[in-house]
């Protein structure tokens, strides 16, 4: 009996040390590696327990930021039971100074103690206090124009040797913030003592008017010094500094600013216009070349470029393109784009005025730039019948012979009119009848041969690019019905064209070279094209293209 009463006692016994062992266990408990750190600085939270799942760390996101996160297990065996014990550890950066909490964090069913961290502000190193390393950060204009670009300039000096080292951007609300050129190198000597300078730039754009902060910037290093605290195995001594926020004063724009609103330092608008032929003809397409560059705006910023209407002339946009590149005192914008412009009648063409209105933010005056206008002179479409009599010109001599006094006989005036009227008629009869292709050649021929005018851009752009294919497609635009280049040849009166149309078919479908092609198709359609119906003849057979493979036949 007493071997059995000692036997449950054992067993009683261990249970109770197993439900000790069990509750001290199911503890978990939270710590950091320092108490006090300065803004900037990065601190430890060690967390530990054995239960399952993990901390919550999102109650933190308002005070810190998350800056790295480890986690690793240890297991132990105690009195023959294995026990697992998981450490996280996670550096946290706090956002702002002062007395910060770190809340109780949730393992399973238990939780840590709540810590307390204080934050002191960071360190403003100066030349003038004789630190090692410090910050200085200066901007070109402090109350800059709403949208404005304006230069943001970062110095990290230091006169000790840094082994490693991390500069923070500048960030704040309401502003666009680029980074501009490469980091510069150099050395400067402050009150006797020599410092290495790194020198970063920015371009900073404000989104709004009003008080916008930029700020302060963080340097995170480790200084090469020997003997230190924290200098463990040549790793360096930790070290952090920050520079002064900076507001700025934006002022939105003047009440006699112009629409759009482009506040630069500089800008030109300039075009191609005095390469432009003086002389062409009707359906000749030109091609000018508008562009906008301004310093101190990005591409995004300027306005599209567009040409005023041009009376007796069509215009045709080409695709916009846009540019944005640096330079010393920010970024530079650009936008070119082609027209093809394409007179639609003879006589004198006159081409207004160019101009773009913007902001000098250096004389805070408002600028315009203005291309001067011009004018061609348009000869009639080759092949084009001759010009009807201009307006105002005197009627022919039976007009007036009309008005000379005749016998009053009424008879004779009646058989007038009816031959008048049956001539009418039959007028309308005939052009009643008349077949489609011939009334739709007169009405093209009174409109200034529109037809010519169609496809005149495209072969134009298509030219420019080199791209054969997009020139073969505004050729068979040329004329309705059409549909490949074999067609085309068969209706051009003019050998030169047709030479240039059989090359390009020997180009796209057999390989040739093409060597001179490009100059070849823009020489020999310079000019308004002559087809056959108009001239009156058909080419020979051997102007139609050869067969494609020749041995095949």
């Not at 600085?41 to 800056?67: A, C, K, M, Q, Y």
């Not at 506040?263 to 191609?272: N, Y």
């Not at 005056?365 to 001067?372: D, E, I, K, M, S």
Request: aromatic share 6%.
């Amino acid at each position: 009996m007493k071997s059995h009463a000692a036997r449950t006692v054992a067993c009683l016994f261990a249970i109770a040390l197993l439900l000790c062992a069990g509750n001290a266990a199911a503890q978990v408990r939270a710590w950091l590696d320092r108490s006090g750190i300065a803004l900037g600085e990065s601190v430890t939270l060690n967390v530990e327990g054995n239960l399952g799942g993990e901390p919550d760390f999102s109650v933190l996101s308002n005070d810190f930021r998350i800056v790295n996160r480890s986690t690793s297990s240890q297991v132990q065996i105690i009195n023959g039971a294995m026990a697992r014990t998981n450490l996280w550890a996670v550096a946290l950066e706090p956002l702002r100074e002062g007395t910060l909490v770190i809340p109780a964090l949730t393992i399973g069913n238990q939780q840590t103690e709540p810590l307390t961290l204080t934050v002191r502000p960071m360190p403003r190193g100066s030349a003038a206090s004789g630190d090692d390393v410090f910050l200085e950060v200066e901007v070109d204009d402090p109350s800059p124009y709403v949208q404005q670009q304006i230069a943001f300039t970062v110095r990290l000096f230091y006169a000790v040797a840094l082994l490693e080292g991390n500069l923070d951007e500048p960030a704040g609300d309401g502003l666009q913030i680029r980074r501009i050129g490469q980091d510069a190198n150099f050395s400067r000597e402050i009150a006797g003592r020599r410092y290495n300078v790194v020198e970063r730039r920015y371009a900073l754009t404000p989104e709004r008017s009003g008080a916008l902060t930029v700020r302060g910037v963080t340097f995170r290093g480790r200084l090469a010094r020997s003997g230190q605290p924290g200098s463990f195995f040549g790793q360096g001594v930790p070290m952090v500094t920050g520079s002064d926020p900076v507001t700025l004063e934006v002022r939105p724009a003047p009440a006699n600013a112009p629409t759009p609103w482009l506040p630069a330092r500089e800008l030109t608008l300039r075009d191609d216009a005095e390469r432009l032929r003086r002389e062409v003809r009707v359906g000749d397409a030109l091609e000018l070349t508008l562009v906008m560059e301004a310093k101190g705006l990005s591409a995004e910023q300027m306005p599209e470029l567009m040409l005023p209407a041009i009376p007796g002339a069509e215009i045709y946009p080409d695709q916009e393109t846009r540019e944005t590149t640096e330079s010393g005192h920010g970024v530079v914008g650009k936008r070119t784009r082609k027209f093809a412009i394409v007179p639609l009648r003879e006589g004198r063409v006159e081409f207004p005025e160019r101009s773009i209105t913007w902001w000098n933010v250096q004389t805070n005056q408002v600028q315009r730039n203005t291309l001067p206008a011009f004018a061609l002179d348009v000869l009639p479409a080759a092949g084009a019948p001759a010009a009807l009599r201009p307006e105002g010109a005197e009627l022919p001599s039976i007009a007036a012979s009309a008005m000379e006094p005749v016998p009053p006989n009424v008879r004779l005036w009646q058989l007038l009119a009816a031959v008048f009227a049956l001539a009418w008629l039959l007028t309308l009869t005939a052009w009643r009848f008349l077949p489609a292709r011939a009334v739709a050649r007169a009405t093209l021929d009174e409109t200034g041969v529109r037809r010519m005018t169609a496809w005149r851009p495209e072969l134009a752009h298509a030219l420019a690019r080199n791209d054969l294919s997009a020139a073969r497609r505004a050729l068979l635009r040329m004329q309705p019905g059409l549909c490949d280049l074999e067609a085309v040849v068969s209706r051009l009166a003019d050998p030169e064209q047709r030479d240039a149309v059989m090359a390009l078919e020997r180009a796209l479908y057999r390989g040739d070279a093409c060597g001179d092609l490009v100059e070849r198709l823009r020489r020999a359609f310079a000019r308004s094209p002559v087809f056959v119906e108009d001239a009156g003849f058909r080419p020979a057979s051997r102007d139609r293209l050869p067969p494609l493979y020749p041995g095949m036949q």
